[in-house]
DNA sequence: CAGGGTAGCT
DNA sequence: AGCTACC
């Protein structure tokens, strides 16, 4: 069932290896190992996609929604529902009254406020991160992860060759011959896709699937063969299979509309046809490189390599609507988009050097696509302002700068039609010690200075967990893996505790999560009382003069040494308090009523309960020891939210306990209508909703605008 | 396409 | 600045 110990020899000697010769990939190891394939190098590669990934986190923060059939609103579409609504016929992205339709008793919640959304989705980043340096997010919910060298080191220390099965679905299996070829190693592979979806399952209490194959585009599809929480591998021998399965080229990642399009327009529909299409041909219509590519995508060939994703480049927020025809109104959505764009970069802590504004105007033909965008630099002492939080300060001040490139695209004498606003803040700078110019890792390490995209992560894992005399479970890493942390602080990924700054812009400094540390259930219970003490726990920040790079090669000990010194800040983790458009969470329809409120608790209890028995991996060859499946029962409780918890806003004069105790019809109405009065625009402090913020501090900007007032702005100049 | 993000190439 | 792609 575990490893059975080959001990610590084995850990030193891996680490001399990688020490000395840090430039050739898999030494020694790999050769030693399972077979002639030595230069091959074949990468394995996993793909996580969570399952329906905002109804899972609403799902978290209100676990009765487990039990009813849930969508996600944007607007009048559902852009994801959880499983109990797609048994009833609920899609993505269908829209709301078609969904209503099928499903009279759906519960909405609105999901155009990401903020929940992005922060669980780097927790999990980070999380993977943790275990394995090279991951790159694809959008909020999917990341990939190549764990070719931690495959490597397994197979190194692994002498006992009926260790190499499967975890999960193996697609189109037929023979069991798993010693074949690459076939024990993808089965390392499986084995870490499992161990790692249970960690996101019991420290973040999400459920999804993995992949595994040998490049991202064979991952990525295979990872979706068997839906809800499962996983699946891939084996060389079925690649042709799933290639061929796919009913159109539009299946293949990297072939989007447009592209699919010009294929067509060369009578190339399916992917068979563009296996078969003169490679010469292609490249006429689109070029060399992109040719070839395509031509490899047919086959199933992927080289792109796992990119560190790293931290944003760019921070936006947009907002969308039937018609916007006046000057006057684009004004204030620009206010109120600045207003929490310049919150949340505040919470990143770097400063953005670039402001884009970007619209889109409504035209009854061609209305889908088509943004226009004009962009300008951020004068510095505005980029300070936001980076000091002096946030009211800095959204005064890039109100007129955003209403000049306004105008640089709408004409305010003229008519107009605007479907959409976005504001963006890019070109990223972490102030902070000199990133060593190679501009990588250092940001993993630093805590306030940037993240930045580590190229490729120059191809070398450190160490992974898997030493491991007996516990296979990845836990272990927390000792080797040098910027975790030292002790148990037990943490709780969930939040509560707050940390002022640097949240999920880049959490990549130390990974917050991993510190959640065995013993689950203590953690979350006090989570909320222990924060203070503990979010100082401890992270490391590398000696100045110290090459991280280097430093990861680094045994165990000497890293700590070089660490000794305590670390400062927050996990992760962020005060949710400060979000405006919260909470009230179930908005619905009238004909049914879910629950009453004593039920209420009860049920969520129960929801929570079922958690983590239920689903873990199916096909599973083997499953965890009991002990292990690590429960976030607590956490999940933790987090509940229905009306009358603490998580709620409530109107001043409301008191929640009261609130509590109405019927939940009343509750239902109440909180709908107060979710409508309530303009979105968060009211950055304490303060009053002071209408004023502009009169005040009049600072005579070095340039343009005295802030005097806005109306300036409302014509072209 | 919807919706609210992202990233990379040109 | 725009397009294409991804979720």
């Known amino acids: 069932m575990d490893n059975s110990a080959d001990e610590m020899e084995e850990d030193e000697t891996e680490w001399q290896n990688s020490f000395v010769d840090p430039a050739a990939p898999t030494p020694a190891?790999?050769?030693?190992?399972?077979?002639?394939?030595?230069?091959?190098?074949?990468?394995?590669?996993?793909?996580?996609?969570?399952?329906c990934f905002y109804a899972q986190v609403e799902m978290i923060r209100n676990p009765a929604l487990r039990e009813v059939p849930l969508g996600i609103q944007q607007k009048y579409i559902i852009v994801t529902c959880n499983y109990v609504a797609r048994e009833q016929g609920v899609t993505k992205l269908m829209s709301v009254a078609d969904a209503k339709e099928k499903c009279p008793e759906l519960a909405l919640v609105k999901g155009e406020d990401l903020t929940h959304y992005r922060e669980m989705s780097y927790k999990v980043t980070e999380l993977l991160t943790s275990y394995c340096p090279l991951v790159e997010r694809l959008g909020f919910d999917e990341n990939f992860v190549d764990v070719t060298e931690m495959v490597e080191r397994r197979l190194a220390q692994t002498v006992e060759s009926y260790k190499f099965s499967f975890q999960g679905h193996v697609y189109n299996h037929i023979s069991a011959d798993v010693q074949a070829g690459d076939h024990p190693r993808l089965a390392l592979g499986s084995q870490i896709a499992a161990e790692l979806r249970e960690a996101i399952h019991s420290k973040l209490g999400l459920t999804g699937c993995a992949g595994i194959a040998s490049n991202k585009l064979l991952a990525k599809l295979v990872s979706g063969t068997f839906k809800p929480n499962q996983q699946t591998s891939l084996l060389p021998e079925n690649v042709s299979d799933i290639m061929g399965c796919l009913s159109s080229l539009r299946k293949v990642p990297g072939v989007g509309h447009q592209t699919a399009k010009r294929l067509q327009a060369l009578g190339v529909v399916s992917i068979k046809d563009?296996?078969?299409?003169?490679?010469?041909?292609?490249?006429?219509?689109?070029?060399?490189?992109?040719?070839?590519?395509?031509?490899?995508?047919?086959?199933?060939?992927?080289?792109?390599?796992?990119?560190?994703?790293?931290?944003?480049?760019?921070?936006?927020?947009?907002?969308?609507?039937?018609?916007?025809?006046?000057?006057q109104e684009a004004l204030e959505k620009i206010q109120q988009l600045l207003s929490s764009l310049v919150e949340r970069m505040h919470k990143d802590g770097r400063q953005p050097q670039t402001f884009r504004l970007t619209i889109r105007r409504y035209s009854a033909t061609n209305k889908w696509f088509s943004r226009e965008s004009r962009q300008c630099p951020i004068p510095n002492h505005i980029g300070q302002k936001?980076?000091?939080?002096?946030?009211?300060?800095?959204?005064?001040?890039?109100?007129?700068v955003a209403m000049k490139l306004f105008h640089k695209m709408v004409d305010g004498s003229t008519a107009f039609h605007l479907t959409l606003i976005n504001v963006c803040f890019s070109n990223l700078q972490s102030r902070g010690p000199a990133v060593s110019g190679k501009g990588s890792i250092t940001s993993f390490f630093s805590q306030s200075a940037s993240p930045r995209k580590t190229q490729t992560c120059s191809s070398r894992c450190?160490?992974?967990?898997s030493q491991s005399g007996d516990s296979r479970l990845m836990d272990r890493h927390v000792s080797t893996h040098s910027m975790i942390t030292q002790h148990k602080s037990q943490l709780t990924m969930n939040s509560s505790s707050?940390?002022?700054?640097?949240?999920?812009?880049?959490k990549?400094?130390?990974?917050?999560?991993?510190?959640?540390?065995?013993?689950?259930?203590?953690?979350?219970?006090?989570?909320?009382?222990?924060?203070?003490?503990t979010n100082n726990a401890t992270t490391h920040r590398l000696p100045p003069n110290v090459d991280p790079e280097v430093f990861k090669l680094l045994p165990e000990e000497i890293q700590n040494e070089l660490l000794s010194p305590a670390y400062s800040d927050s996990l992760s983790s962020t005060s949710k308090s400060s979000s405006a458009t919260d909470v009230p969470h179930i908005s619905k329809n009238k004909s049914s009523q879910p629950f009453t409120d004593s039920q209420n608790v009860t049920e969520v209890k129960k929801a929570a309960n079922k958690m983590d028995s239920s689903d873990t991996a199916t096909t599973m060859s083997h499953q965890w020891p009991p002990g292990t499946s690590a429960v976030p029962e607590e956490s999940i409780t933790e987090r509940l939210s229905f009306p009358g918890s603490s998580d709620c806003e409530f109107p001043g004069n409301v008191d929640p306990e009261v609130f509590s105790e109405l019927p939940p019809d009343v509750q239902r109405e109440l909180?709908?209508?107060?979710?409508?009065?309530?303009?979105?625009?968060?009211?950055?402090?304490?303060?009053?909703p002071s209408r004023s913020s502009m009169s005040k501090d009049r600072k005579t900007a070095g340039k343009g605008s005295q802030a005097n007032s806005l109306f300036k702005y409302f014509k072209p100049s």
């Open 29 to 51: 190891a790999a050769a030693a190992a399972s077979g002639p394939s030595v230069t091959k190098t074949h990468k394995i590669i996993l793909h996580f996609d969570l399952d």
């Open 274 to 327: 563009l296996q078969l299409f003169p490679l010469n041909d292609l490249v006429k219509e689109f070029g060399g490189p992109t040719a070839q590519r395509l031509k490899n995508l047919a086959v199933g060939v992927d080289d792109s390599p796992v990119t560190c994703t790293g931290a944003p480049q760019s921070l936006s927020d947009e907002d969308s609507f039937k018609k916007m025809t006046s000057t």
């Open 386 to 400: 936001i980076i000091s939080g002096s946030s009211e300060d800095a959204v005064v001040q890039l109100v007129p």
């Open 462 to 465: 450190q160490s992974d967990s």
């Open 498 to 506: 707050s940390s002022k700054a640097t949240l999920h812009g880049f």
């Open 508 to 533: 990549w400094k130390q990974s917050s999560v991993v510190a959640v540390e065995e013993n689950p259930k203590a953690s979350c219970s006090t989570a909320g009382l222990n924060t203070a003490e």
């Open 671 to 688: 909180t709908s209508e107060w979710k409508q009065q309530k303009p979105i625009l968060k009211v950055l402090s304490a303060r009053k």
